[in-house]
Antibody, heavy 117, light 108 residues
Framework: QVQLVESGGGLVKPGGSLRLSCVAS????????MSWIRQAPGKGLEWVSY????????YYADSVKGRFTISRDNAKNSLYLQMNSLRGEDTAVYYC??????????WGQGTLVTVSS | DIQMTQSPSSLSASVGDRVTITCRAS??????LAWFQQKPGKAPKLLLY???RLESGVPSRFSGSESGTDYTLTISSLQPEDFATYYCQQYYSTPRITFGPGTKVDIK
């Protein structure tokens, strides 16, 4: 069955960096677009970034553009999110999701990123 | 960006009740709408896509409909496991998708 497992979250100081990973299994990873979605504590869902199946097309939300970098390694069935210049408002659970034309049918369990001094 | 609003923001209902949640898009989205259910501490779960198509494995008591820029999620007979928060999501402007603010359904 489809499985997505995120890792890499943790506590980081403002201005710091963190790299999230998402390992996929149960499907042909290289055939699918992928997205990162985040959810601040007690808040709603916010789309963060998208990457095409080959990695050639990438989009970011304005709130993270210039600070976050999405990438993928299809040989390792892995998706990444490099997060730099972190701010308090980046505190959230970060989910990776399999993107099928915008419909997000499969999500990971999420990894918590806390930005605090 | 396409803005999504939901109403109500919360509701209290009893097991067996019929529950309706409405989502409105700031512009036409041509049925490019999904509904998610989220329970505390869990990832969102896709219930419906294309406004009214049931995701595999989702009970048939969940249904969706569309009227212009308004989209409705209906739970025909609320079950104990349905108490959760529900989000709509437009993917008309994919990959720049947007979510509604959520509707929390709790026990009356």
């Amino acid at each position: 069955q489809v499985q997505l497992v995120e890792s890499g979250g943790g506590l980081v100081k403002p201005g710091g960096s963190l790299r999230l990973s998402c390992v996929a299994s149960g499907f042909t990873f290289s055939d699918y677009y992928m997205s990162w979605i985040r959810q601040a504590p007690g808040k709603g869902l916010e789309w963060v970034s998208y990457i095409s199946s080959s990695g050639s097309t990438i989009y970011y939300a304005d709130s993270v553009k210039g600070r976050f970098t999405i990438s993928r390694d299809n040989a390792k069935n892995s998706l990444y999110l490099q997060m730099n210049s972190l701010r308090g408002e980046d505190t959230a659970v970060y989910y990776c999701a399999r993107d099928y034309g915008g419909s997000l049918g499969n999500w990971g369990q999420g990894t918590l990123v806390t930005v605090s001094s | 960006d396409i803005q999504m609003t939901q109403s109500p923001s919360s509701l209290s209902a009893s097991v067996g009740d019929r529950v309706t949640i409405t989502c409105r898009a700031s512009q036409g989205i041509s049925n490019s709408l999904a509904w998610f259910q989220q329970k505390p501490g869990k990832a969102p779960k896709l219930l419906l896509y294309a406004a009214s198509r049931l995701e595999s494995g989702v009970p048939s008591r969940f249904s969706g409909s569309e009227s212009g820029t308004d989209y409705t999620l209906t739970i025909s007979s609320l079950q104990p496991e349905d108490f959760a928060t529900y989000y709509c999501q437009q993917y008309y402007s994919t990959p720049r998708i947007t979510f509604g603010p959520g509707t929390k359904v709790d026990i009356k």
